[in-house]
């Protein structure tokens, strides 16, 4: 559904939350499996019924039936393999509904960004997935219907055939409907909007009835916007607020081929004819698809090969400079001989716990051919997930720059350090292997050698921080510039670097310009965590730590998040501050992490999210407040931390001790409609 709600609305959901489903539930005879996704509106399910797979939308009732009956109607419309299949949909609960259910055909599939992101895809490749979703858009098209919401987001990649598949028709609209939508926007994401659509509300926002109307050539306008991602890994525009208080874009159009030099010429000439300013300059969708299967005939080389870099094990940062504050530059600016990284990420080598001499560097293809030969995960943030369910970046975020209010620094791409994939793994391994005998069998003596290492446990380490009820402090959530005792700690091994990174004050003023990092391989991981929550959790006995308790979000984090163009769910990247992914050494309480990657929503990148670090079972991030990088100016949110594979909290990586939370430095940080 759209990334931006109507105008005053109120999220009717709020109101029905209690009811709603959850994963196990049986809903009318289909048992919820899985949560796929939840947007601005509905909660899309994995379910199954007799032995069959099926995707079933729950939209509340309440306040949103004209939303749920609009998307009813343009599925039912609509019948293309491009395009999700409807197969039936009812009111839930029987006796009292509050609830319309869709049910769709279960796309087993990855979303095209997390795709993307996955396989490093050649142009070739992108032009297919282009393929499937101009031809679905010709479909639309032809039946006097507009999506309104082409994104990443809402395009599947269909595992058994690599079909592109657009979901969600939500705020989509058909020459016969109704208007549901108020305000001179309109609905769908903001970054997608085409130029005639802000065109239309600056010059016509503060009419009280002024209302954009949609044509095809926005629908193309967006695909172009996906195109242009596909190719570059960036946005072609930032939106910013102009003088007048109105969103302009950023700078100009650069070309794909500019920002991208493997982008084929015809393919970047047709990405910025989907992106002309003038909608009549567009193809439309049917031209788009013959245009497309022209050029699918090219058969050179460029057409074959990878458009970005690989990532690799150890290839975390771009290129050697100076300054390492050029890759900051790389994030933001123009860059001719630069790609984004994708592809399966590389288990992280555990340097200091592999003592395999080091091999000589591996090209990263090489690698990847040997990963995948031998059978072992080459993407454990992907690997153990349903492919749907797996949430990708909207933006190239993985890849960027931080600062932090954190010290201890361990750098994980020295080239003294160097180590295949294979090593590190089986380092972890045995590490790992090593932590589950000794905690079962020498607990005592572990909790024994932790104290001596880190001294007497801090007071309260022991159980996990109680978080205070709302009610109990006055406030909903700290925010503003409020210190808990800070989140930062020394350094606690003598190998660890000295931390290159900047302070920050509690209020999350960024002091120093900040350094890049790169996106988190994750591989090994859970192995990894388990052998940190041993050391944590197995060593000291009885206690056992959990996840925090649910909070509300601060007043008014909603409202603010909204108007920002940022809805629940919404991702952006985040950093903790120094020079490259890292991992660091944090402690509970206030603390700050830097927006990387692009604006979230109208939050410039490099603005600083400051909130609490909590310890459970994990490192939980409650970020409750944002100052902007360019004014200052600071605003409630409600955003949580999540790691680079996003799962919800940040893994204790191994080292951990009570008062020195070692933590990777980048994840993804989501917009919550509370903290759960
Ligand atoms: N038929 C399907 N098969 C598999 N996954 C699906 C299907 N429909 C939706 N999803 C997943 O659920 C996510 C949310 O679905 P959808 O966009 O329809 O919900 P929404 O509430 O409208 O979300 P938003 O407000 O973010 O657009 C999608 O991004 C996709 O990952």
Redesign the pocket.
């Given at each position: 559904?759209?990334?931006e709600p109507p105008g005053n609305f109120m999220h009717p959901r709020d109101r029905v939350q209690s009811l709603e489903p959850a994963t196990g539930d049986d809903v009318g005879g289909y048992v919820l499996k899985a949560l796929?996704?939840?947007?601005?509106?509905?909660?899309?399910y994995?379910a199954e019924r007799g032995g069959q797979r099926y995707?079933l939308?729950l939209?509340p009732l309440a306040g949103l039936r004209d939303w749920g009956e609009r998307e009813l109607l343009m599925l039912a419309r609509v019948k293309h393999p491009n395009v999700?299949r409807l197969l039936g949909y009812w009111h839930w609960p029987d006796q009292a509904p509050c609830f319309l259910v869709v049910i769709?055909?279960?796309?087993?599939?990855r979303?095209l960004d997390v795709w993307a992101e996955t396989e490093n895809p050649t142009a070739h490749a992108v032009l297919l997935r282009i393929l499937g979703v101009a031809r679905a858009l010709r479909a639309l098209h032809e039946g006097k219907a507009l999506h309104r919401?082409v994104k990443e987001?809402?395009i599947?990649v269909r595992e058994a055939d690599g079909e592109a598949?657009l979901?969600?028709l939500?705020v989509g609209t058909h020459e016969d409907t109704s208007r549901v939508t108020g305000g001179s926007l309109p609905p769908g994401t903001r970054a997608y909007l085409s130029p005639e659509a802000w065109r239309f509300h600056r010059e016509h926002g503060k009419a009280p009835d002024a209302h954009y109307r949609s044509t095809p050539a926005d629908d193309v306008y967006a695909l172009g916007v996906v195109l242009y991602w596909l190719l570059t890994g960036t946005k072609p525009f930032h939106m910013v607020e102009g003088n007048d208080g109105s969103m302009v874009r950023s700078g100009p159009l650069v070309s794909a081929r500019a920002r991208n030099g493997r982008v084929p010429e015809e393919l970047s000439t047709l990405c910025m004819r989907l992106l002309e300013e003038g909608p009549e300059q567009r193809p439309g969708a049917a031209s788009l698809v013959a245009q497309v299967e022209e050029l699918l005939t090219r058969d050179l080389p460029e057409w074959h090969a990878p458009l970005c870099d690989f990532h690799d094990a150890h290839n975390v940062t771009t290129r050697p400079g100076p300054d390492a504050d050029e890759e900051v530059v790389w994030l933001n600016e123009v860059r001719e001989d630069f790609r984004p990284r994708r592809g399966r990420r590389w288990p992280r080598p555990v340097e200091h716990e592999s003592t395999t001499p080091a091999p000589e560097a591996v090209p990263a293809q090489l690698m990847e051919a040997q990963a995948s030969a031998s059978g072992m995960p080459d993407s454990v943030a992907e690997a153990s997930l349903p492919a749907?369910?797996v949430?990708g970046r909207p933006d190239s975020v993985a890849e960027e720059p931080l600062p932090a209010s954190t010290v201890g620094l361990e750098p994980r791409d020295s080239d003294s350090h160097r180590a295949t994939w294979r090593t590190a793994a089986l380092g972890v391994l045995l590490a790992v292997s090593c932590a589950a005998l000794l905690s079962a069998h020498l607990g005592g003596w572990w909790m024994h050698s932790f104290a001596d290492e880190e001294g007497e446990p801090a007071p309260g380490w022991k159980v996990a921080p109680p978080v205070p009820p709302p009610e109990s402090s006055g406030a909903a959530v700290p925010h503003g510039a409020v210190s808990t005792p800070a989140a930062i700690a020394l350094p606690t091994m003598p190998s660890e670097e000295p931390a290159p990174v900047k302070t920050q004050n509690p209020a999350g003023d960024a002091q120093q310009p900040t350094s890049p990092v790169r996106g988190r391989g994750s591989a090994g991981k859970t192995l990894q965590a388990a052998a940190a929550a041993c050391a944590l959790l197995g060593c000291t006995g009885a206690q056992v730590r959990e996840r925090p308790s649910p909070e509300p979000c601060p007043p008014g984090a909603a409202e603010t998040m909204k108007q920002l163009g940022i809805?629940v769910?919404?991702k952006m990247g985040w950093s903790f501050g120094g020079s490259g992914n890292r991992v660091l050494t944090v402690r509970e309480g206030w603390t700050s992490v830097e927006i990387v990657g692009a604006d979230f929503g109208d939050i410039p990148n490099g603005s600083i999210a400051s909130g609490r670090l909590i310890l459970g079972d994990r490192v939980y991030g409650r970020m409750t407040q944002v100052r902007f990088r360019d004014t200052g100016r600071t605003v409630p949110v409600c955003m949580e931390l999540l790691d680079g594979g996003s799962e919800r909290g940040l893994e204790l990586e191994p080292g951990s001790a009570p008062t020195n939370l070692r933590v990777f430095s980048v994840g993804y940080i989501r917009a919550v409609r509370s903290f759960e």
């Open positions: 559904m759209p990334g796929l996704g939840q947007g601005g509106f509905g909660t899309v994995l995707a939308k939209l999700v769709m055909e279960y796309v087993e599939g979303r919401d987001a809402n599947l598949v979901v969600d939500g749907s369910t949430s809805n769910g919404d």
